[in-house]
T-cell receptor, first 118, second 109 residues
């Protein structure tokens, strides 16, 4: 079964509403999770690094007030797209590693969440 | 120039053919990952390498640290291998991944 679970897998919302996406590590603790965005036929783009118990680290060009990240426990990180607009429509995916830091351990990815904003 | 370059970008082959996808990188790394993304979008981590060679079923991944190059091989390819294969590296001293642009593989029956 999936070691990292993401929910919902698909969401359609109206412009102006907020959407929350959850990323859970099912059988290990993840002090760090990563959120990516992927446009059609393009590779993944790292949006932010989610750190348990502290503020997320956002990549350049990613609006922290637009994409709120909360990592309240060692098994759950959430991404909230606030006041969504059609240009926010994309595929969002999270990942986590078994050991601290992606470079030191095996990586697991969520199934991804496809957001469509009407 | 991207820090991680993959080739080819697209590859179409017949069932049974031996497949090779290449990845070159230009930074010092602590590990290199090969990922598989199916049309539905879900991503599976195939290999994590820091040296040498790994094999899992029909998949083989190799890395040459001196040449900053890695290859992913698929033996006896099958239509179900059709997917996008992504090379990604973890830079030394950093947690983040840097991704290649992906290779879209199509295996025809």
């Amino acid at each position: 079964g999936a070691v990292v679970s993401q929910h919902p897998s698909r969401v359609i919302c109206k412009s102006g509403t907020s959407v929350k996406i959850e990323c859970r590590s099912l059988d290990f603790q993840a002090t760090t999770m990563f959120w990516y965005r992927q446009f059609p036929k393009q590779s993944l783009m790292l949006m932010a690094t989610s750190n348990e118990g502290s503020k997320a680290t956002y990549e350049q060009g990613v609006e922290k007030d637009k994409f709120l990240i909360n990592h309240a426990s060692l098994t759950l990180s959430t991404l909230t797209v606030t006041s969504a607009h059609p240009e926010d429509s994309s595929f969002y995916i999270c990942s986590a590693g078994r050991l601290a830091g992606e470079g030191t351990g095996e990586l697991f990815f969520g199934e991804g969440s496809r957001l469509t904003v009407l | 120039k991207n820090e991680v370059e993959q080739s080819p970008q697209n590859l179409t082959a017949q069932e049974g053919e031996f497949i090779t996808i290449n990845c070159s990188y230009s930074v010092g790394i602590s590990a290199l990952h090969w990922l598989q993304q199916h049309p539905g979008g879900g991503i599976v981590s195939l290999f994590m390498l820091s040296s040498g060679k790994k094999k899992h079923g029909r998949l083989i991944a190799t890395i040459n640290i001196q040449e900053k190059h890695s290859s992913l091989h698929i033996t006896a390819s099958h239509p179900r291998d059709s997917a996008v294969y992504i090379c990604a590296v973890s830079r030394q001293g950093a947690q983040k991944l840097v991704f290649g642009q992906g290779t879209r593989l199509t295996i025809n029956p």
